[in-house]
Structure formats: structure tokens, C-alpha cells
């Protein structure tokens, strides 16, 4: 992929530093989404944003080098292009702070438009298909963009897991705290969850088990 011309630079620093949301004419707007550097809003007014690519050649000046591609966030969740933190990562993470806030907050929000597109009555509040294809994936992304902090080497967090109880997952944090606040926002994102004790042998922790709620 080509690196964006010195005009769509130009116009990629010039957006609003929080939301991302772009200025410009239609045809720059056009040629920036058709790089992956942007995604139009599928709604009125149709406001065209930067994608976590367009974000990162904000951020990193790299004048010289194109951008990896992302695609627009209504899918990257689905695409591969995005990855939640599952906590059971075994390297450090490689993007951090404000950079990786956006680049979570802008997988969610395509995430819950997904929903609308998908869920036979547009709901937003309740998972989607997609999300029931990928459990551990869905759970960590509801969780991250919740500002719930994934465990990394060096550092405790929540871990999110795979069940062998059908469209379930679960999520253990290492305090009693952090496993409550995971529990509240897997709720909030429209998914159903229960508190249960490991089994013998398991140190009787706690854990929380979540499902996609489906009404």
C-alpha cells in the first residue's frame, strides 16, 4: 500500500485529536477511506473518521512508510485487523496509553454498530452473531474497552478463557475487586454472568462465567 500523500497528511493531522473525526473535501475524504486510513459513519451525517491506521500515522509521522492496513471499525473486531487483550498474551504489549485507547475505543464502537447491522431488530445493547462465533475475543474487547486492565507478564489483570460449556467463557482477575468489576461490565455490554468457586484442586477461587445474553 502506498504511504498517504503529503495532502492527506496534512488533513490526518489536522483531525480532532479525541474523536478522530475528519475535515476535508469529498474526494479527499473518498481517498482516504479507499487506503484504509479513514471510515465513513454509516449514519447522518456521515462524518468520516480516522481508523487506528490513521491514528498511527498521526502519531508516528512516518512520512516515508505506509501505514498497516486496519480496516474500518464497524468490522475490525470481525476481521483480524483488531485484537482485544485476553490477558494471556506472553509478550509485552507493543502499543500502550492514549494510542492503544483509541485503537480499543474505535473497535468497540464498530463493534456495537455490527450489532445494530446484524441483530434482527438492530439492537445495540445485546451481542451479535459474530460475537457468539468468537467468544474469548467478544469477552476481551467488552472488557478492555470497559477499562478493565488484562493481565500482561509482570503485571496482574484479567485473563479471559475458553469453556467447554457451549457460548460461555470464563474470566478470573487476582483480586475479588477486579473480578466484580469484570463481571459488572461483561454485563453492561449485554452478556449474562454468574459468580462461581473453582473446583477442588483449582485453590477455590472465584471466576466469573459469562454468556452473550440473547433477549
Known amino acids: 500500500m502506498k504511504p498517504p500523500t503529503a495532502a492527506q497528511r496534512r488533513i490526518i493531522e489536522a483531525a480532532d485529536p479525541e474523536t478522530g473525526r475528519l475535515s476535508g473535501s469529498e474526494a479527499q475524504l473518498t481517498a482516504l477511506v479507499r487506503a484504509r486510513l479513514a471510515f465513513r459513519h454509516p449514519r447522518p451525517p456521515h462524518a468520516h473518521f480516522l481508523t487506528a491506521a490513521g491514528h498511527r ?4 509521522g512516518a512520512a516515508d512508510t505506509a501505514p498497516e492496513p486496519s480496516p474500518a471499525p464497524a468490522a475490525a473486531a470481525a476481521s483480524g485487523g483488531f485484537a482485544a487483550r485476553t490477558g494471556a498474551e ?3 504489549p507493543a ?4 494510542a492503544r485507547a483509541r485503537e480499543v475505543r474505535s473497535a ?8 445494530r447491522m446484524t441483530n434482527p431488530d438492530g439492537a445495540r445493547d445485546r451481542p451479535c ?3 457468539r462465533t468468537h467468544l474469548v475475543r467478544a469477552a ?3 472488557l478492555e474497552a470497559a477499562g478493565c ?23 478470573r482477575d487476582a483480586t475479588p475487586d477486579g473480578l466484580r468489576a469484570c463481571g459488572a461490565a461483561l454485563e ?28
Open 129 to 131: 452473531g459474530w460475537e
Open 140 to 142: 476481551a474487547l467488552a
Open 108 to 115: 468497540w464502537e464498530g463493534l456495537v454498530e455490527l450489532r
Open 57 to 60: 500515522v498521526r502519531e508516528e
Open 90 to 92: 506472553t509478550a509485552p
Open 149 to 171: 486492565r488484562p493481565a500482561a507478564p509482570g503485571r496482574d489483570g484479567y485473563r479471559v478463557d475458553a469453556t467447554p460449556q457451549p457460548e460461555a467463557v470464563a474470566v
Open 95 to 98: 502499543v500502550e496509553g492514549p
Open 188 to 215: 453492561r455490554a449485554g452478556w449474562q454472568v454468574s459468580e462461581h468457586t473453582e473446583p477442588r484442586g483449582g485453590g477455590r477461587s472465584r471466576y466469573v462465567l459469562a454468556s452473550p445474553r440473547r433477549a
